[in-house]
């Protein structure tokens, strides 16, 4: 079970990371075109810059899972240090629900700011729904749930005061 759950999390956490980094392609590559548009021809493109914000919140919910599947989000390097190995992954624990806590906020307030962003729209991209920036958030909240938990059952420590 715990073999195929985080063989499951490894395929959504690459999935998430390889989105956000396609979301950051998309987002440079507007702002060259932004670039382009504004001082080369002189008659700039408005909607390049809503787009841009957008793919970077995309960018951000979905690069946000691998970090804590790494284990480099949450710290708490000077108390770990000087830990025990059985206070360790008590702390594992604790920093698990904590992060876990702080996830379930995020969904819970991104599913309420998507379904009341159904009926706005973007300025810049006129039919397109907030309701599609919004969504980044529970969709970055289910990915990082599910890094979380990975990271309690195999702890990656991947960050450079707690590399193993």
Excluded: H
């Amino acid at each position: 079970m715990k073999t195929t759950f985080l063989l499951w999390e490894s395929r959504l956490t690459g999935l998430s990371m390889r989105l956000a980094c396609a979301m950051l392609a998309l987002a440079s590559a507007l702002g060259v075109f932004q670039i382009l548009t504004r001082f080369v021809l002189e008659q700039p493109a408005e909607w390049t810059e809503v787009m841009i914000r957008f793919s970077l919140i995309w960018m951000v919910f979905l690069g946000i899972p691998t970090a804590f599947r790494q284990g480099s989000m949450v710290s708490v390097d000077v108390v770990y240090r000087w830990s025990p190995p059985r206070i360790k992954r008590v702390l594992d624990g604790v920093v698990c629900i904590a992060a876990l806590g702080l996830i379930a906020v995020i969904f819970w307030w991104g599913i309420d700011y998507a379904q009341r962003g159904r009926v706005q729209t973007m300025i810049g991209l006129e039919g397109v729904s907030m309701f599609w920036a919004y969504l980044a958030m529970p969709v970055g909240a289910v990915f990082s749930a599910l890094g979380i938990v990975a990271n309690l059952l195999d702890p990656q420590r991947m960050e450079l005061e707690t590399a193993q």
